[in-house]
């Protein structure tokens, strides 16, 4: 089934026959750093339209809903905790770079719903840096 | 918003991405995107009965 799915997405596009999937030309980190850049993105270059618009759905959507829950976007590390969201909230890629430019997210959690909009902020993140991975390891063969 | 509304979005987003990236096949992704989703929920509403059942 996974043959199937791949010869109709296309996924392998440049590789000759016979050659394994991981022997494609071109920048093989590129759907790993799109990826990360832009959720789904990664999976788009790889031509899985449907595995990249659920991904892309899901982590923006996460995202969008912990900024309107007024989570908070950790801008420095004071200390290991702020250290840890921070590195979860730079998963986010170009979200995190936009919306702190834009000034989006509070600065202190004064709500209740607050600490968990944080914690959709952080979680959109690290769920953003497995979809990238998966392009990477859909882009070196290891997954069909 | 509520809590239990939270839980769900918060389970519901992150099944599909487990199961899109866990799994190799669609039948197999939503298979395994449903078993994360109730096992997400189900250890909420178990972990907060617990919880409750504690601060009496």
């Keep these: 089934m996974a043959t199937e799915e791949n ?71 004071h200390d290991i905790l702020h250290l840890l969201g921070l590195a979860g909230d730079l998963g986010n890629g170009l979200l995190y770079i936009f919306s702190r430019m834009l000034g989006l997210g509070a600065d202190q959690v004064q709500v209740t719903t607050a600490d968990y909009g944080t914690c959709f902020i952080v979680v959109a993140g690290l769920l953003n840096v497995i979809a990238a991975v998966d392009a990477h390891n859909l882009r070196t063969g290891r997954k069909a | 918003m509520s809590h239990f509304l939270a839980v769900v979005l918060f389970a519901f987003f992150a099944s599909i991405v487990f199961g899109v990236t866990m799994r190799d096949t669609p039948r197999r992704m939503i298979r395994y995107g449903i078993y994360c989703f109730v096992l997400f929920v189900g250890a909420a509403i178990v972990l907060s009965w617990l919880m409750f059942l504690i601060a009496r």
């Design chain 1, 7 to 77: 010869k109709k997405t296309g996924a392998g596009q440049g590789s000759k026959p016979g050659s394994k999937p991981g022997s494609q030309q071109g920048f093989v980190y590129l759907p790993l750093i799109a990826g990360w850049l832009v959720p789904g993105a990664g999976h788009f270059l790889l031509r899985k339209w449907g595995r990249g618009a659920l991904l892309s759905a899901s982590i923006l959507g996460m995202f969008v809903i912990g900024l309107a829950m007024q989570g908070k976007l950790y801008a420095g590390a």
